[in-house]
């Protein structure tokens, strides 16, 4: 596990929180909660801050690994639990979701006779009854397991806070009674009690405070330990009364001055969760008069407002969704193509369209996309969407963009997703797509999704893609503008050589003695890590770098069977002897080729640099 305690260059965040850490220990205001007498005996210094990123880094400064009792934090996640376990029309049907402007302890319900919301006693009350109508006693056992699950380690009760609030509850008692007289609460208001004393004395640190509203923060899946705690409906619910009703009579300055849902219990501890970015937990037991803890407070505004945290503030620009958009005319595909392929694919360079899709798709981003999609059709006939850079699309983006895609093909356009990698969420979200519903191709990397889009243009009109039919010597277009009596010579000096599809014709780092003209069939030129950097076929030469080197960059493999002929370094020397100006034609020859290659590499970065 990673954390910022172990880091030896101090990050800018570890600096803003140790500075906050400094400055607000001196803050001496609030006094330690004594109405739960075991609750009087925490030390008023005490002062931790932790944040955990939804990558699953941890910030920890002060003492965030001071134990503490959850009290009403454990609220939050109590409701959380109860939407997952018991189901929203109960829970619903019990709860109201309405800020109730009274302190957390209030034994005022709403007109409906229920309880405000689920983040004050009597809505919890409420919600750990209808967890116990599932498991009576045990749940108190199975809620601790759930938070431990939040925390990523196991949590225990502190049993002195459990007794100490157990013998002097008597105010939730009224609340509990009030609640049974209504029918909210069905079953032993002190069985009911037990289990709720007991989800308010769980011990965490306000390193597990981080981790628990990271867990938030990540709908419902801890950074840490990966495990899908809470749905995402349960996650965004209990962020929302979190946000309206989570730091009691003050909410509505909370969400004016903070802006980030919050929790927080009379033990001293806050948490908060701001989505898709992380989870705050702050330590401090001295609270105000609302019950909130004075430095935690302030932890959560400077973090807010230091950053621009508040979750109202606008983030990011939709349009960094495309991190590239390119025609396959600017940028090709490793296949090298015959002239009169290259002709047909200039000609027809609008044909087909790349979009390289980036981060988090949402409702905004694929809105835009589709507007781009849009303007790109009169020409288009082939569309591949990358989706490499990509790590997760919202429910709404794969509605728009199913929209968008399905007017593309009943055009007849053809549109191939790439870069979908396997057993990913993104994989599960795009499964419809990529089993071949709507016309979407899944092609897995970018380069041969480009590829196929190439070669299906190219097909569409009227080229012909025949990789097997042989071609002579005069086709070779390292050996145009030589003459015919140049060619016949050059030609006797050559060996015939044929490989099965799967050969290694040369091998990287081999001394480079010969090169190798394509007759027919098919080969590509890969790293030895198997990264492809190009595909050639008949009238194309391999190995031509001889040439130039002394030895072989990269291994040549036969993909089909395939003839080739053989021309020894040494048998071109001496053929250069005899025919000086056939071999200032060879190398001008090359020297073309390298410079084409140079403008297509550049024209590729040129693309994709322009974003
Ligand atoms: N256990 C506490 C109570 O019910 C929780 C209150 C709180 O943290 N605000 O009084």
Not at 152 to 181: C, Q
Not at 297 to 304: D, H, I, K, T
């Amino acid at each position: 596990m990673v954390s910022a305690q172990d880091s030896v260059v101090e990050l800018p965040l570890a600096r803003f929180l140790a500075r906050c850490h400094a400055e607000f220990s001196a803050d001496h205001s609030g006094e330690v909660a004594t109405y739960i007498p075991e609750l009087a005996l925490a030390n008023p210094s005490d002062f931790g801050i932790a944040v955990t990123t939804v990558d699953g880094f941890v910030y920890e400064v002060g003492d965030s690994n001071v134990a503490f009792t959850l009290q009403s934090i454990s609220k939050a996640f109590v409701f959380a639990l109860a939407l997952d376990i018991v189901g929203p029309d109960r829970v619903e049907a019990v709860v109201g979701v309405e800020p109730s402007g009274d302190a957390f302890n209030s034994i005022r319900l709403g007109a409906d006779n229920r309880p405000f919301n689920a983040m004050v006693n009597a809505g919890a009350i409420a919600c750990t009854s209808l967890l116990c109508e599932i498991e009576g006693a045990g749940m108190g056992e199975r809620l601790t397991d759930a938070f431990s699950r939040f925390a990523g380690h196991r949590l225990e009760v502190d049993e002195a806070t459990f007794e100490s609030e157990r013998v002097t509850g008597d105010r939730n008692r009224a609340i509990a009674y009030l609640l049974r007289t209504h029918g909210v609460l069905k079953g032993n208001v002190d069985e009911v009690l037990d289990v709720y004393f007991r989800q308010c004395a769980v011990k965490v640190t306000a390193r597990d405070l981080s981790v628990m509203a990271a867990t938030l923060a990540n709908k419902g899946i801890n950074p840490l330990t990966g495990e899908q705690v809470a749905s995402s409906y349960a996650v965004a619910r209990t962020l929302s009364v979190m946000t309206s009703s989570g730091m009691y009579d003050s909410a509505g300055r909370w969400v004016y001055n903070v802006g980030i849902p919050a929790k927080s219990g009379v033990a001293g501890g806050i948490v908060a969760s701001l989505p898709s970015q992380l989870g705050l937990g702050t330590y401090s037991p001295r609270i105000d008069d609302q019950g909130n803890s004075v430095r935690g407070l302030r932890s959560c505004e400077a973090l807010s407002s230091h950053f621009g945290l508040h979750m109202l503030n606008r983030i990011g620009d939709v349009r960094t969704c495309i991190a590239a958009s390119y025609d396959v005319g600017s940028v090709s595909s490793r296949r090298a193509r015959r002239p009169e392929e290259l002709a047909i694919l200039e000609a027809h360079h609008a044909a087909g369209i790349v979009l390289e899709l980036a981060g988090a798709l949402s409702f905004a981003n694929v809105e835009y996309v589709s507007r781009r999609i849009q303007d790109l059709q009169p020409h288009l006939s082939h569309l591949v969407l990358d989706f490499r850079r990509v790590s997760s699309i919202s429910e709404a983006a794969s509605h728009l963009l199913t929209g968008a895609l399905d007017g593309l093909v009943t055009h007849g356009v053809e549109v191939v997703f790439s870069g979908v990698a396997k057993g990913t969420s993104l994989e599960a979200s795009l499964a419809g797509w990529l089993g071949g519903k709507h016309g979407v191709r899944g092609i897995a990397p970018l380069d041969e999704a480009i590829e196929w889009a190439e070669d299906r243009i190219i097909q569409r009109l009227g080229g012909h893609l025949d990789l097997q039919k042989p071609t002579i010597l005069a086709e070779q277009q390292l050996l145009t503008d030589l003459s015919q009596d140049e060619l016949s010579d050059l030609a006797g000096l050559m060996a015939t050589r044929d490989y099965d599809a799967g050969d290694r014709m040369i091998g990287s780092g081999d001394p480079a003695t010969s090169l190798l003209f394509v007759g027919s069939g098919v080969v590509s030129v890969r790293l030895p890590s198997g990264i492809r950097l190009a595909t050639l076929s008949a009238g194309m030469a391999v190995g031509e770098m001889a040439l130039l080197e002394t030895r072989r960059s990269a291994d040549v493999w036969a993909d089909t069977s395939v003839t080739c002929l053989e021309l020894s370094l040494e048998d071109f020397a001496g053929f250069r002897e005899r025919h000086p100006r056939a071999a200032e034609h060879v190398m001008a020859n090359l020297a073309r080729l390298l410079s084409k290659r140079l403008i297509v590499a550049n024209n590729k970065i040129e693309a994709l640099a322009s974003f």
